[in-house]
């Protein structure tokens, strides 16, 4: 990108409010903080939540992979694991492959735990998207998937 524009800080007209990492920063961070307070209201943490959503997806998964996907640290992700065990929410087990390697699976509370949550959290994301066109949010996706690559590039080369 060779022309400055208003949200490039190094363009003399830039102003933080314009500036696309900002603005994702400041609606993550809402969006986090209404999702803790919706889901406190039903006892789960949103670490907890973050890693039932993986588990939807795709069961058993080791720890290693849930961090990857979760982006969140490993070890961050045991502990939160080791929780989740506690309360029933999910179960682990050696991989059949690599002993070494702990699965993990939802157990049968803890669907039925993801399976409540998820209306709670279809409301937050109403509100988040209220009034934005399904294109727009098509555009969107495609956008910070690209921003995305661009990074991962960046990281590699």
Same mark, same amino acid.
């Given at each position: 990108m060779s022309k400055r524009t208003?949200?490039?800080?190094?363009?003399? *007209?830039?102003?933080l409010e314009n500036s696309p990492f900002y603005l994702i920063a400041h609606a993550d961070f809402r969006y986090h903080q209404q999702m803790d307070e919706a889901l406190q209201h039903h006892g789960v943490s949103k670490p907890i939540y973050r890693i039932m959503t993986v588990l939807r997806e795709r069961q058993p998964v080791s720890i290693g992979t849930l961090a990857d996907v979760a982006l969140t640290k490993r &070890?961050?992700?045991?502990?939160?694991?080791?929780?989740?065990?506690?309360? $029933?929410l999910a179960a682990t087990a050696p991989n059949d492959a690599d002993s070494r390697i702990t699965d993990v699976t939802l157990t049968d509370a803890g669907q039925r735990t993801l399976d409540k949550l998820t209306p709670v959290v279809g409301e937050q994301l109403d509100r988040a998207f209220a $009034?934005?066109?399904e294109a727009d949010?098509? *555009?969107?996706?495609?956008?910070?998937?690209?921003? &995305? &690559?661009?990074? *991962?590039? *960046?990281?590699? $080369?």
């Open positions: 208003v949200y490039d800080p190094t363009d003399p *007209a830039f102003r &070890s961050t992700v045991s502990r939160i694991v080791d929780r989740m065990v506690d309360q $029933g $009034g934005i066109a949010m098509t *555009a969107l996706l495609s956008t910070l998937r690209r921003i &995305s &690559s661009n990074l *991962a590039k *960046a990281d590699r $080369g």
